[in-house]
C-alpha cells in the first residue's frame, strides 16, 4: 500500500474568485474544465508512481533477490535483475537492497561510508514497521536531485523477511511530463503530496518546497 497520494491544483484556480463576475454558464463550463484537467494529470501522475510500485513488487519477489542474503555483493545474477529495474523505470536512480545482516548491495554501486547501516534508514524502517510498500518523503538526495523512495519488505523462500529492497525516484520525469499541459491561456498544473510538498511542477526548483493547499482551497469557495 502506498502512502503517497497525489493532488493536482491548477494555478489558474488562483483565479477563481472572478468566477463571480462571469455568467453562470461560462463558470461552470470552466469549472468542469478544470477538473478534466484535474482528473487527467492526477490519473497520469498516480499511473506513473504506480508503475514503479508494482515493478518494485515484482522484483522483490524474483528468486535472485529473494535469495540475497545467501549471494555476494558482486553476484551477477542478482545485479542483472537490478540492473533490468533500472533500465525499465528510467527514472530510477539507483535500486538496493539492505540486508538484515548489515549488507547493502545496490546498482549502480556506490561509495558508501564505513558506517553506513541501510538498517538504520528511514527506507527501512518504515518499510520494515509497515510489513508493505511504502513510500518515502520527498527529500533531496546527496547528488543533488529532488527524490522519493520507494521501498518493499523481501521475504527468502521460506517466508524470512531478509531486508528491504528500495529504489530512489527522480521527481524530474514527471514533472517534465506535465510542464506541456496548460489550463486556459496562462495556467498550468503542479502536484503536491498529503504533507504539501510539491512533487512535480514546470519549475523543477520548487520541488519540495511546501504548498498552502488548504489556504488555496479557502481562497477558491
Not at 504506480?50 to 513488487?57: D, M, Q, S, T
Not at 543533488?144 to 521475504?155: E, H, L, M, Q, S
Not at 517466508?159 to 527522480?170: E, F, H, K, P, S
Request: net charge negative; glycine share 6%; charged share 20%.
Amino acid at each position: 500500500m502506498t502512502i503517497l497520494c497525489l493532488l493536482v491544483v491548477p494555478m489558474v484556480i488562483l483565479t477563481a474568485m472572478n468566477f463571480k463576475e462571469s455568467s453562470g454558464a461560462l463558470e461552470k463550463t470552466y469549472i468542469t474544465s478544470l477538473t478534466e484537467v484535474n482528473e487527467s494529470v492526477t490519473s497520469m501522475v498516480e499511473m506513473s508512481f504506480n508503475g514503479y510500485e508494482l515493478g518494485l513488487i515484482q522484483t522483490s519477489m524474483n528468486g535472485n533477490v529473494k535469495a540475497a542474503a545467501t549471494k555476494d555483493e558482486d553476484d551477477q545474477w542478482l545485479l542483472n535483475v537490478l540492473k533490468s529495474y533500472t533500465e525499465t523505470y528510467s527514472q530510477s536512480l539507483m535500486v538496493y537492497i539492505g540486508l538484515e545482516d548489515g549488507r547493502f548491495i545496490s546498482y549502480p554501486s556506490v561509495e558508501l561510508p564505513e558506517d553506513y547501516d541501510a538498517r538504520m534508514r528511514d527506507w527501512y524502517t518504515s518499510a520494515m514497521e509497515s510489513d508493505c510498500f511504502i513510500w518515502t518523503d520527498v527529500y533531496v538526495d546527496a547528488i543533488g536531485k529532488t527524490t522519493v523512495t520507494g521501498a518493499i519488505p523481501v521475504y527468502d523462500n521460506n517466508n524470512q523477511r531478509i531486508g528491504v529492497l528500495a529504489t530512489d525516484m527522480a521527481l524530474s520525469g514527471i514533472s517534465k511530463g506535465i510542464s506541456t499541459i496548460r489550463v486556459g491561456d496562462n495556467g498550468y498544473v503542479f502536484a503536491v503530496n498529503p504533507e504539501g510538498k510539491m512533487i512535480a511542477h514546470s519549475d523543477e526548483s520548487l520541488l519540495g518546497s511546501m504548498v498552502p493547499v488548504e489556504e488555496i482551497r479557502l481562497a477558491t469557495t
